[in-house]
């Protein structure tokens, strides 16, 4: 069976795109429940989380996010703790998703130097390789890669 595609389109405060999507199902544990909560409140305005919540020390989210950005979260996955924050972390990618066809992102009225997160495109040893938060200023718009 083929994996689906999925559509985000953007025609935003600047940004024009249209980017072949991948939905990651992501479950990580904290070291407390207050430290889960800590860290979903933290990304709670990411452009690319469509849904975050927390079950005591447990940390549950499903991303949407461009194919070509796929290695951000294998990363994280990879280093929960240097990432996120986490003791661990698990990454599922959806082999079928009935969803609508086309997706919105969510974006602040205004773009910034850093990403809802709080981290800092600049300062990121992935800066080269990475698109940037679609909510900072940094994002590279496509074709711009």
Not at 53 to 71: C, D, I, M, S, V
């Amino acid at each position: 069976m083929a994996t689906p595609t999925y559509l985000l389109s953007v025609v935003d405060r600047g940004i024009c795109l249209e980017e072949e999507l991948i939905c990651a199902v992501f479950s990580g544990t904290a070291e407390s429940e207050p430290k889960a909560r800590q860290i979903a409140k933290s990304y709670q305005n990411c452009p690319y989380v469509y849904l975050m919540t927390t079950r005591g020390e447990q940390l549950f989210a499903t991303f949407f996010l461009p194919k070509k950005q796929k290695w951000w979260i294998d990363y994280v996955e990879k280093k929960p703790k240097d990432t996120f924050g986490l003791e661990k972390a698990a990454v599922t990618f959806a082999d079928a998703l009935y969803w609508p066809a086309k997706l919105s992102m969510r974006l602040p009225k205004r773009l910034k130097k850093r990403s809802p997160c709080g981290a800092n495109c600049l300062s990121c040893s992935a800066y080269k390789r990475c698109l940037h938060c679609p909510a900072t200023v940094h994002y590279q718009k496509r074709g711009d890669r």
